[in-house]
């Protein structure tokens, strides 16, 4: 062979998986494929939020109302427990292939249950759409690792909180929309347009890389013990809205998740190909990372379910209008998002930011913790924003931060178990704060009505013990005095009557009250994200998408050799 036939060669060969995972693409088919993966991204974050608005008519047109709970958490829970398994399999058989795959399974999810003529058809077609959900977020944004840099990635991660805020706002009112003029078949209906255009793009650009020397022997047994203990983990907590603690089927089923934890561990450690690799933890920057992200997601997730709430039972706004109230949270959110991925692209410095923002998100969850029954809406708008600003830059900055600390053959599994530990965070948290709120808001009830003088024998009936008021019959939207009223018996109604204003003034104070504990407990869990994020090893973003040497104070482990050959399978058409 010549020397000139040596340099052209040398010339024409193709980079390796380690040096361009995109394969060359040019930059206008990289923005092609980002459009498709947030559409994918949208399709999630949508579900989320067009479903809720729909439930009710749902549940009273199929005769469902003791099956109502099923239908999120049959989605939670197939959702949850799939997301490491899609991300490993992206890991060993390539993106493009696991993502179309997951977003078909979604489809043909969601088109099942248009078609829903039961509830239990209905409860077990959202599992099948959750096993497709679990997909779109950790595949997603693996592929956009794929597609840039490290330095490069802040300007487009910055996207994933603005999908989340934008879904926020368009999903509440498409779902009311749809239900109230068509029929509420076609939340899960519309669904499949948006996938199929996704589709298309995908299928047409995103190249098919994947590792060649990657064993292709999936951890069955792993799986196996991860789908229990996690079952067992996210059942519990359901049954927690209904239960107590000391309930078998809530303390018992979370102690049997504890042990199923501790069996996978085990088993992980001894896999060939794990789905969790457990050397991963090694790594301080990922770690931190990992925990941080999962005391934020606890501390947001578990108390700004209760905003909506707040705005139906003390504002009376509807459903779909205490979805928009929470605007400003929106705004604040997305905007931290896009400006925390600008700064990071800009600088390549993470740490402080990170660690500013949840502090940030702390001092605003504090600010809302003094939300009362007559607190201005401008004022708690402020309190918001303030919060959502916060929020927004840990949805952008810790996707970046883990994919940049962890070796190029595991970024999709790295990236899974971020989005993993984001949604249990999130249900653990939101079991604790709905218990504190519970627990709160029946303890204020006497004191409130008391404070507003309601005479001692009218408010011993709201002190349960079985022969008072039912709280939960006056929980609901609509004129709470109204409701009130209709619980007291005809003859004494019109000595009920003059004190009726006082009755709802103390409910609405005990609720307000009920609430801000569930934002205290949102400081306490995002000052311990504070600590996690601030005992992280800040590594260099990188311009390439070769992994960083090891170094001694992050454990990296060794990165995948630069030389690594892409699997001629696996290469685009």
């Known amino acids: 062979m010549t020397e000139a036939s040596l340099d052209l060669g040398e ?43 729909a439930l009710p008519k749902i549940v009273t047109q199929l005769s469902g109302n003791d099956w109502y709970v099923w239908v999120v958490t049959m989605y939670l829970l197939t959702s949850t427990i799939s997301v490491p398994f899609w991300g490993k399999l992206s890991d060993l058989y390539g993106r493009k292939p696991m993502f179309m795959i997951g977003i078909g399974i979604f489809l043909v999810g969601s088109a099942l249950s248009g078609l829903s003529q039961n509830m239990p058809m209905l409860i077990a077609f959202r599992g099948i759409q959750g096993i497709g959900a679990g997909s779109l977020f950790p595949v997603a944004l693996a592929v956009i690792g794929d597609l840039f840099t490290p330095a490069e990635r802040g300007k487009y991660q910055g996207l994933f909180g603005a999908v989340f805020g934008v879904s926020s706002l368009i999903g509440p009112a498409l779902g009311g929309f749809l239900t109230d003029t068509i029929s509420w078949h076609w939340i899960f209906y519309v669904n499949i347009p948006i996938g199929i255009v996704s589709l298309f793009f995908i299928a047409r650009l995103l190249p098919t890389v994947k590792r060649a020397n990657a064993s292709r022997t999936f951890d069955f047994l792993g799986a196996g013990v991860f789908t229990v203990a996690i079952s067992f983990l996210l059942i519990g907590l359901t049954n927690k809205q209904t239960g107590d603690w000391t309930d078998p089927t809530v303390g018992g089923f979370l102690l049997i998740a504890l042990v199923g934890v501790a069996v996978f561990a085990f088993v992980e450690s001894r896999a060939a190909e794990p789905i969790v690799p457990l050397a991963l933890f090694r790594i301080r920057t990922y770690t931190s990372s990992i925990l941080a992200t999962f005391f934020v997601s606890f501390g947001f997730f578990g108390a700004i379910i209760f905003l909506p709430r707040w705005f139906q039972f003390v504002e009376g706004q509807s459903a779909t209008q205490s979805g928009y109230a929470t605007l400003p949270l929106l705004v604040g959110l997305i905007g931290g998002s896009i400006a925390s991925g600008l700064i990071v692209s800009r600088t390549g410095r993470y740490k402080w930011l990170t660690v500013g923002a949840v502090g940030l998100m702390a001092f605003g969850l504090f600010l ?98 079985g022969s008072g008021f039912d709280l939960g019959k006056i929980s609901g939207v609509g004129d709470l005095g109204t409701a009130i009223l209709a619980l007291v018996p005809a003859p004494f109604q019109d000595a009920v009557r003059p004190i009726i204003p006082n009755i709802v003034l103390g409910i609405h104070q005990a609720f307000s009250l009920g609430v801000a504990q569930t934002f205290l407990i949102g400081v306490g869990a995002s000052l311990v994200g504070v600590v996690f994020a601030a005992t992280m090893h800040e590594v260099p973003l990188r311009k390439t998408f070769g992994a960083h040497p090891p170094k001694a104070a992050d454990h990296t482990p060794p990165a995948l050799a630069p030389s690594a050959p892409i699997d001629p399978a696996g290469a685009a058409d």
Not at 18 to 33: H, Q, S, T, V, W
Not at 37 to 43: A, H, I, Q
Not at 420 to 436: D, K, N, Y
């Open 368 to 465: 809302m913790s003094g939300i009362r029954a007559d607190t201005p809406l401008p004022v708690l708008w402020t309190w918001m924003f303030i919060t959502g600003l916060g929020i927004g830059p840990t949805l952008a900055t810790f996707t970046i931060i883990v994919q940049n600390a962890v070796p190029f053959h595991e970024l999709g599994v790295a990236t899974s178990n971020l989005t993993f530990f984001r949604q249990i965070g999130g249900s653990i948290g939101l079991a604790i704060a709905g218990t504190l709120f519970g627990t709160e808001f029946a303890r204020q009830i006497p004191l409130q009505l008391t404070a507003n003088g309601v005479p001692a024998q009218f408010v011993a009936q709201f002190q349960g013990g």
């Open 11 to 53: 010339e024409v060969r193709a980079p390796s998986l380690a040096e361009d995972p995109a394969l060359g693409l040019p930059r206008r088919e990289k923005m092609e494929i980002l459009f498709a993966v947030m559409l994918g991204l949208f399709l999630g974050a949508l579900d989320q939020t067009i479903v809720g608005t």
